[in-house]
């Protein structure tokens, strides 16, 4: 069965303390890990997606890497509009998508 | 680009009424639909894939006599919570895939607050 694990669960940051937020995973035949960004109230807003091991994306502060058993987020000098709830996603055959628990990620200023 | 709404927002039903929500996929095509449930501080829970033009099916749990879904066109699939109760209320979201990029990636819509009194 595919499992999604992310750590930690929450996260408090000073602005501009860089930090990584972690997604483990287990899936028979990866289709693509997806990292989501969820304001509270919201739907979530995607971020990336990483098919291969050694992929890397980037997107303002934030870059994701992928590695066969897990994949990171790397927050670089966050600011205070960072804060919110991170879910790491990883794609089935069948189209679906397995969610991790989410991190919440807290940026004081 | 891939931008998907819910309407409404949010809706207070009373308990035994039913209530419709919507999905639109706006500057895309959508094969596929996909309906998540949300409850405070968890994260999203899958509750049924919606086809275009062929009957949804649901995860195991999910009653579907109770939790109607319609994908009549490729930019519209609708929730139809039946004879609701307070135990339904949850945070829904629906997301898309879109038809023509062939990838796995899901575009979700706002979510609908559903409240049942």
């Known amino acids: 069965e595919d499992q999604v694990t992310q750590s930690p669960e929450a996260l408090r940051l000073q602005e501009g303390e860089s930090s990584s937020l972690n997604c483990s995973y287990t899936?028979?035949?990866?289709?693509?890990l997806f990292w989501y960004r969820q304001d509270p109230g919201k739907g979530p807003e995607f971020l990336f997606t990483?098919?291969?091991a050694g992929e890397e994306k980037e997107k303002e502060r934030l870059k994701a890497t992928l590695t066969k058993k897990e994949s990171f987020l790397h927050i670089t000098a966050p600011k205070p509009e960072d804060s919110a709830t991170y879910l790491c996603a990883v794609a089935r055959g069948d189209y679906k998508l397995s969610f991790g628990a989410g991190t919440t990620v807290t940026v004081r200023a | 680009g891939a931008v998907v709404s819910q309407h409404p927002s949010w809706v207070i039903c009373k308990s035994g009424t039913s209530v419709k929500i919507e999905c639109r996929s706006l500057d895309f095509q959508a094969t596929t639909m996909f309906w998540y449930r949300q409850f405070p501080k968890q994260s999203l829970m899958l509750m049924a894939t919606?086809?275009?033009?062929?009957?949804?099916?649901?995860e195991q749990g999910v009653e579907k006599d109770k939790f109607l879904i319609n994908h009549a066109s490729l930019t519209l699939s609708t929730l139809t919570v039946t004879s609701a109760h307070p135990e339904d209320s949850s945070f829904y979201i629906c997301?898309?895939?879109?038809?023509?990029?062939?990838?796995?990636?899901?575009?979700f819509g706002p979510g609908t607050r559903l409240t049942v009194t």
């Open positions: 997301s898309a895939r879109d038809r023509d990029r062939g990838s796995y990636e899901q575009y």
């Open positions: 919606s086809n275009e033009g062929s009957k949804a099916t649901y």
């Open positions: 899936v028979s035949g990866l289709r693509g």
């Open positions: 990483l098919y291969s």
